[in-house]
């Protein structure tokens, strides 16, 4: 910039005098110069509070390429790493730390902040702080106990692009200040051009995008309801030529950024994600996005769509809108907060404890999930229900004595404002305003000029349905569409397996159900075929020796006789070793993953371990949810001689653990990692997921079977002193494989 924007001096101006300021400005506008600057002005430290693990990669990059010391703390660093920064910062080596508010956690973080030279507190999206706001975190609450016992005139930023009057009004009274600074700029983005297009079907919605992408010019977000619409709209692009990838929260730290840098270089035409991407990433030329479902509120789409033009250029910014869309956000709000009742049932296990309890232990009694805890976990606090308690490094929580009553009538009025801001979202894609204009004015940027580019504005109602020709793609697709099961494993022998569909997704689960929990029979025909159809695509080319099964715990002989009838049309023998040597609980009524790994633990065995030795083992079963019973087997198998096991399902669950095993989370935005809670916590190892196909790029024989000719070979040019290296080349097979098999032979 040749000169600060009024704005940005105005709050820098005011933050070198030490007052605390809240400026809520457009996405792209320079609220991170606001504090960057004053960083350096200061003889202390700045601390910069972000939720986004992208945005700290990429600041902490261009300043460090501007010479200015800073450095970031996250989950995706080891502790050792993230240790060495604060004793950097403990001796005033670092002018800004970004770090996430999880981080407040943290005993060891608590402790060393107090020693901190503190110059600056910077609340980045500060939105999150309000129970109002779209994005509400709980672990924000935490940044505002810091600052009360920070001095009157001790400096504080909040930023944010997207905050109602309402929660501006709640962010300011949390800062506690009485004169607090309230700055707000222009919300106009005058680049975009924003349309409504209107489907009456998810095959036309497919279709549609497929056609607007070959369209629209340079590189693009396409955003989705959930997890599982990343991977079909991906595929299916990458099935018509689209340079496309999904991207999620569920993916390893490495795979994300492997992502990021692929698109800030435009390696991709379009990146297909939930909401997860797009945040902190520094990528001005974003030319388009697209939402294939509208998000729950007008404060929600204008920050997701804000990702988009950030360098002023014309922007193309598309919503497909099918009436039936609004099922997924009613349901989103429906359960956003937990249920009363397992609030009472933490209330109920802290209450009946001979002693305080810590996040783990409450997560295991109560049978939640991690991310439900943490809500639950902060409200009780706040009511004053529950207490923190500090035990050494780690913190545990106990009953207080003469608690007050559950309050849950700030949680229903909450309920009911969702809802409000869902009606209002409708408004604005069924209403005939000018859409910027609409989503100015829903944000406090009061206005009466019309932008006019939009679809209201040019009188323009855009409908798409599909072209016969475009039809019958969307339908092949549909027809040979299956969902991988990520779950590789080389210690474990195990590869990438296949579901005939998601559990929801089609009529499967509806069928699987049936035959069950209703009474209907043996599976039928249908899924037999589609599974059949899933093992010819993924498992094309790889000999499999036998068939085994999940033994059951309620479907009786169900997968038994679909196992056998896999069995007979492939003509792969079927064994019926495989069993289990004690009692287990469905895994669906366990709701983390640590309960359904510990249930199945130690549970199966194997008759006669002769029979697998040096096998390649295809493993049948109904349902894929989190992945534990899989490698359970696993584990119980590879402890034999076998060669690989690869498994094939009638159904993957929309939203199971399996994926991401080390990371129980069940949104992006509510993302939070264990590591964040107890610095000694160790991070999980990462194995990396790749199909047969992927392996096989790289080594053509991989998991092949090894025959008498290949092992006479192999014998002999090790004796004459051929290297493992060498060998691995030679037979286009990886180290490891080469390594088992000579200790094996030898």
């Not at 959930?226 to 340079?243: H, P």
């Not at 006019?452 to 409908?463: E, F, P, S, T, Y």
């Not at 006789?561 to 287990?584: G, Q, V």
Request: hydrophobic share 35%; net charge positive; glycine share 6%.
């Amino acid at each position: 910039l040749p000169s600060f924007y009024n704005e940005q001096w105005d709050a820098i101006e005011k933050i070198l005098q030490g007052e605390r300021v809240l400026l809520i400005h457009r996405t792209g506008f320079g609220k991170s110069l606001c504090y960057q600057f004053p960083a350096t002005q200061f003889d202390g430290i700045t601390i910069i509070f972000s939720p986004l693990i992208a945005l700290m990669r990429d600041q902490v990059n261009y300043l460090k390429g501007r010479g200015i010391p800073v450095e970031c703390i996250n989950s995706e660093q080891s502790n050792d790493e993230n240790n060495g920064i604060l004793d950097n910062a403990l001796e005033n080596k670092i002018k800004i730390l970004y770090i996430a508010p999880e981080r407040q956690e943290n005993i060891e973080w608590i402790e060393t902040v107090r020693k901190f030279n503190l110059s600056l507190i910077v609340i980045d999206e500060a939105h999150c702080i309000s129970v109002w706001g779209h994005d509400f975190r709980p672990a924000f609450k935490r940044i505002v106990d810091l600052i009360k016992l920070l001095p009157a005139h001790f400096p504080v930023l909040a930023v944010t692009a997207t905050a109602t009057e309402k929660v501006a009004e709640d962010i300011k009274t949390q800062l506690r200040s009485d004169d607090i600074s309230y700055i707000r700029g222009s919300l106009l983005r005058d680049n975009f051009k924003i349309q409504v297009v209107r489907v009456v079907r998810e095959e036309d919605k497919l279709g549609g995008i497929l056609e607007f992408v070959r369209k629209l010019s340079g590189t693009g977000f396409i955003y989705t309801g959930t997890r599982v619409n990343t991977d079909v709209y991906a595929n299916f692009l990458i099935s018509q030529g689209i340079k496309a990838i999904a991207y999620s929260a569920g993916l390893e730290g490495e795979t994300r950024k492997e992502i990021e840098l692929k698109l800030k270089n435009n390696e991709y035409k379009c990146v297909v994600s939930t909401n997860a991407l797009g945040m902190g990433i520094d990528k001005k030329d974003v030319r388009f996005i697209i939402h294939t479902q509208f998000p729950q509120s007008p404060i929600h789409y204008y920050q997701e769509i804000g990702r988009a033009g950030r360098d002023g250029k014309n922007t193309d910014i598309v919503l497909f809108y099918n009436p039936s869309d609004r099922d997924l956000p009613k349901h989103f709000i429906d359960t956003a907060r937990p249920a009363r009742s397992q609030y009472e049932r933490i209330i109920t296990v802290l209450k009946t404890s001979p002693e305080p309890l810590g996040e783990r232990s409450l997560v295991k009694k109560s049978n939640l999930k991690q991310t439900h805890l943490r809500v639950i976990k902060a409200d009780l606090v706040e009511q004053g229900i529950i207490k923190e308690v500090v035990y050494g490094k780690s913190k545990r929580y106990e009953y207080q004595f003469n608690a007050p009553n559950l309050d849950f009538s700030l949680f229903e009025k909450l309920k009911k404002f969702r809802f409000a801001e869902l009606d209002k979202i409708i408004e604005y894609i069924e209403g005939a305003t000018c859409r910027m204009k609409y989503l100015r004015n829903y944000l406090g940027d009061k206005t009466d000029t019309a932008c006019g580019k939009c679809d209201n504005c040019l009188r323009k109602n855009i409908a798409w349905k599909n072209p016969p020709k475009l039809e019958i793609e969307v339908k092949k697709f549909y027809d040979n569409y299956f969902p991988m099961l990520n779950i590789a494993s080389e210690k474990l022998k195990l590869v990438n397996g296949v579901a005939a569909s998601y559990y929801g997704f089609s009529s499967i689960g509806t069928v699987i159900h049936k035959c069950k929990y209703e009474g209907g029979g043996y599976f039928p025909d249908s899924l037999l075929k589609q599974t059949l159809r899933a093992y010819q695509k993924c498992f094309k080319g790889i000999k499999f020796d036998i068939i085994l099964f999940v033994p059951p715990t309620e479907s009786k002989d169900l997968v038994k006789d679909f196992a056998e009838r896999i069995s007979m049309i492939l003509k792969i023998p079927i064994s019926y070793n495989l069993h289990k040597i004690k009692d287990t609980k469905p895994q669906k009524i366990l709701q983390n993953l640590w309960n359904k790994k510990e249930n199945v633990e130690g549970v199966f065995d194997y008759k006669n371990p002769r029979e697998i030795e040096n096998k390649s083992i295809l493993l049948i079963d109904d349902i894929y949810d989190s992945g534990a019973t899989v490698k359970e087997i696993a584990k119980t198998l590879s402890q034999y001689e076998i060669n690989i096991i690869a498994p094939l399902v009638i159904a993957k669950t929309i939203g199971g653990m399996g994926d991401n095993m080390s990371n129980p989370s069940i949104d992006a935005k509510q993302e939070t990692n264990l590591d964040e809670t107890n610095i000694k916590t160790k991070k999980a190892v990462k194995i990396p997921s790749y199909t047969v196909e992927e392996k096989r790029k790289y080594n053509t024989n991989a998991y092949k079977p090894w025959t008498d000719q290949d092992d006479n070979k192999l014998v002999e040019l090790h004796t004459a002193g051929m290297s493992a290296e060498d060998l691995s080349e030679y037979f286009k097979r990886n180290k490891g494989s080469i390594l088992s098999r000579l200790k094996k032979l030898l």
